[in-house]
């Protein structure tokens, strides 16, 4: 039993997830979006760049601040303020409209951990946002899902 125990426990060890340190994920952003910024202070980084959902849609400057041992949080930047859909007196689907705090996901699912790349991840999922939200502008229906 106790060598059982051990054996799993050396086991989980192994496969414990590596947590991706924050230069590098600066440098794989900076490697996608050569032309974004970065700045890396007290165990954060703070990721600055132009994204566009569509070839028609026009570039948004997001920011996202990831503190280390926290979840990556992303802002709209430009245009500020973002447009609403006609009627409407806020965002769908943000954590606060006025700072234009996007959700692009439910962190209580982890659905992001630190073994993940900011720039496969959290980057696509602004960019569907910002999508969601054009069409959600032209129609007034979200299609983004999520929960509210």
């Known amino acids: 039993m106790v060598v ?29 979006f050569p032309d974004s910024k970065y700045s890396i202070r007290l165990n954060t980084l703070v990721w600055k760049g132009h994204i566009q959902p569509t070839c028609l849609s026009p570039k948004y400057l997001i920011k996202v601040v990831y503190h280390r041992e926290s979840h990556p949080n992303v802002y709209v930047l430009a245009p500020k303020p973002l447009t609403l859909a006609k009627g409407e007196t806020r965002l769908k689907h943000v954590y606060n409209t006025e700072k234009q705090h996007l959700c692009i996901y439910y962190k209580r699912a982890k659905e992001w951990d630190e073994s993940q790349f900011i720039a496969d991840t959290i980057i696509p999922w602004t960019s569907e946002w910002l999508l969601h939200y054009e069409i959600w502008v032209a129609t007034g229906i979200w299609h983004g899902g999520g929960i509210h």
């Open 4 to 32: 059982s125990l051990l054996l799993h426990t050396i086991f989980m060890v192994m496969i414990k997830k590596q947590e991706i340190s924050l230069m590098i994920q600066a440098l794989k952003l900076q490697s996608y």
